[in-house]
C-alpha cells in the first residue's frame, strides 16, 4: 500500500479505512485524503499530497457506472452502495466546481463500534432511518456533525456485516435477537429488531476490565458483610443503562476472590467474564446454553452452587425459583427494573397471585439480605457519570414491615438506619451535589422527594467545588 495515500481506486481507500476501523473517508479536490477517528476527520498521513481534479475523476470512474455517472453531470449528486473486498460501502458523490467530492460510510459494525470504544461510549446506536448515534456520559446524539441518514438498505448491509447464519434466522422468525458479540476490539451486547423503517441495532459496549467495587464508589463497609451470608438474596436494581451488570459484576469478582465456593451466573447475554481464582465459576447465556432464566436456575440448583447470580429477574417463574433458592440454602443475586427499594420489594409481592402474597411476605422478609438501587448522573463538567445510590440492608424493623405489609413505612426506616449503612437516593444526591460533582438540575429531576430537595437546594445554593472521582 502506498504510503502516499493517493490511489485511483475506491477500495484502496475503503480498505485502507478499514484497517483502522475508520467509519467515514473524505476525498476531495484540493484536500489530502481525510478517514474519521473518534468522531473527527483526520489526515489519512500528515505528508500525504492533496488530491488533484484528474485524481477525483479516477476515483469516480473506479466505483460508478456510466449510468450513474450520467446521473452524477445533470444532477450534481449520486449515492449508491458498493462492494470493496472487507465491506460494502456507501458513497455520496458530489459535483463541484473544482472536481468531484467523494464521501464514504463504511458499512460494517465494527467501524462504528471501534469509534464508541475509543470515545469511552456507553451504547452505539445503528437505526435505519437515522444517523448513526452514540450515548456518551448519558447524552443519546449523532457520532459526528454532518453524519448521513442510515437507509433500509445500509441496515440490512450492517446487520449482514456480523449477524451469523443462526441469529440470521431467529431474526427473520422472531423479528429481533440478542446476544454478546465479539470482535477483534471488544465484547458487546447486541440487540437487532425488525421494524417498520428497516433493521435497528443496538450495542451496549461491555468493559473488558472488571471493575472493582472501590472503583465504582460502592460502599464496601456495608456491602461486603451482605456477600459472606451462605444463603439470601442480594438485589441490584435500577433502570436500563444505570450500570446494573457493572455492579453485580463488581460483587461477584469480590465473592470470587473472598470465597471457595461454586458461583453460577445465569445471563442474557454473557457480558463480564469471571476467570476462577478463589471460587469454581460456571457462566450460562439464555438462548445459548439454556432456553430461559427459569430452566436455567431449575438446572443450576442440580449443579450444588453455592452462589447464584440471575442477570434478570423478569417473570414470576424465575422470581419464584430465586426465592426458593435463596430460602433453600444458595445466595441468590439478581436485578429488576425498579428505581428504589421499597418498589423492589412491591415489584416482588406484586408479581405472586393475591392468595399467595401472605407466605411470600414471609419468605422476602426471612430470605432478602439487600438492595441496592441506582443511577449513573451525568457529571456536571461532562468528563462521565457518577453513581448515585439507595441502599437498604434487612434489619429485624425491616423485615417486620414486609412481613405486616407495610412496606410504605420503608423509606422511613431506611432514614433511620445509616447505622447499618442503609441511604436514601435523596441523600446520594444531596452528597453528590454538595461536593460539586452533579448540577442542581440533576438534583431536581431524580429526586424522590421533590418538594424537600428544592428546600435543600434553596438552603445549599452553592456547592463546594468539584472532586475527583
Not at 93 to 98: A, M, N, P, R, T
Request: with cysteine; hydrophobic share 40%.
Amino acid at each position: 500500500m502506498s504510503d502516499t495515500y493517493i490511489f485511483d481506486n475506491i477500495n484502496q481507500y475503503v480498505e485502507a479505512g478499514m484497517s483502522i476501523f475508520s467509519p467515514s473517508l473524505y476525498l476531495g479536490v484540493g484536500l489530502q485524503p481525510y478517514w474519521m477517528r473518534a468522531a473527527a476527520y483526520e489526515p489519512m498521513a500528515e505528508d500525504a499530497p492533496a488530491l488533484s481534479e484528474a485524481d477525483t475523476v479516477a476515483l469516480v470512474n473506479s466505483c460508478t457506472t456510466e449510468e450513474q455517472r450520467a446521473t452524477l453531470e445533470t444532477e450534481g449528486v449520486v449515492d449508491f452502495i458498493g462492494q470493496a473486498p472487507s465491506c460494502k460501502y456507501h458513497a455520496y458523490i458530489y459535483k463541484q466546481e473544482s472536481g468531484y467530492l467523494v464521501i464514504t460510510m463504511q458499512l460494517h459494525v465494527g467501524c462504528f463500534l471501534k469509534q464508541g470504544k475509543d470515545a469511552k461510549c456507553s451504547d452505539i446506536h445503528l437505526p435505519a432511518s437515522c444517523p448513526p448515534s452514540w450515548r456518551r456520559f448519558g447524552n443519546l446524539q449523532p457520532m459526528w456533525e454532518g453524519a448521513p441518514v442510515l437507509t433500509r438498505e445500509d441496515a440490512h448491509a450492517l446487520v449482514d456485516s456480523f449477524l451469523s447464519e443462526t441469529e440470521w434466522t431467529r431474526l427473520k422468525e422472531k423479528g429481533d435477537v440478542d446476544f454478546a458479540y465479539q470482535d477483534i476490539n471488544g465484547r458487546y451486547r447486541a440487540s437487532v429488531v425488525d421494524q417498520r423503517l428497516g433493521y435497528t441495532m443496538c450495542f451496549r459496549i461491555i468493559n473488558s476490565k472488571l471493575l472493582t467495587m472501590q472503583d465504582i464508589n460502592l460502599p464496601e463497609e456495608h456491602v461486603v458483610p451482605l456477600t459472606r451470608f451462605t444463603n439470601g438474596l442480594i438485589l441490584v436494581t435500577g433502570s436500563v443503562g444505570s450500570g446494573k451488570s457493572t455492579t453485580l459484576a463488581s460483587i461477584i469478582d469480590f465473592i470470587n476472590k473472598d470465597r471457595h465456593d461454586h458461583i453460577i451466573t445465569l445471563e442474557d447475554p454473557i457480558e463480564a467474564i469471571f476467570e476462577p481464582i478463589g471460587c469454581q465459576v460456571n457462566q450460562r447465556e439464555v438462548h445459548k446454553h439454556t432456553e430461559s432464566f427459569g430452566r436455567a436456575l431449575r438446572g443450576a440448583l442440580r449443579q450444588d452452587p453455592d452462589v447464584i447470580m440471575v442477570g434478570e429477574m423478569r417473570n414470576l417463574e424465575t422470581i419464584s425459583l430465586a426465592l426458593t433458592a435463596a430460602e433453600t440454602g444458595h445466595l441468590v443475586l439478581g436485578t429488576l427494573h425498579t428505581g428504589s427499594a421499597a418498589r423492589t420489594i412491591d415489584r416482588v409481592l406484586d408479581a405472586f397471585p393475591v392468595d399467595e402474597r401472605e407466605h411470600i411476605r414471609i419468605m422476602v422478609s426471612e430470605s432478602l439480605r439487600g438492595v441496592i438501587s441506582q443511577q449513573l448522573v451525568p457529571k456536571k463538567d461532562g468528563t462521565g457519570r457518577v453513581m448515585a445510590l439507595e441502599m437498604l440492608v434487612n434489619t429485624a424493623a425491616i423485615a417486620n414491615c414486609i412481613r405486616e405489609g407495610k412496606t410504605f413505612m420503608i423509606p422511613g426506616l431506611i432514614q433511620t438506619g445509616k447505622a447499618q449503612g442503609m441511604r436514601l437516593m435523596d441523600d446520594s444526591l444531596q452528597e453528590l451535589y454538595l461536593k460539586g460533582i452533579i448540577s442542581a438540575e440533576e438534583c431536581t429531576t431524580r429526586a424522590t422527594d421533590k418538594a424537600m430537595m428544592d428546600k435543600f437546594l434553596k438552603e445549599h445554593p452553592e456547592p463546594a467545588a468539584p472532586v475527583q472521582q
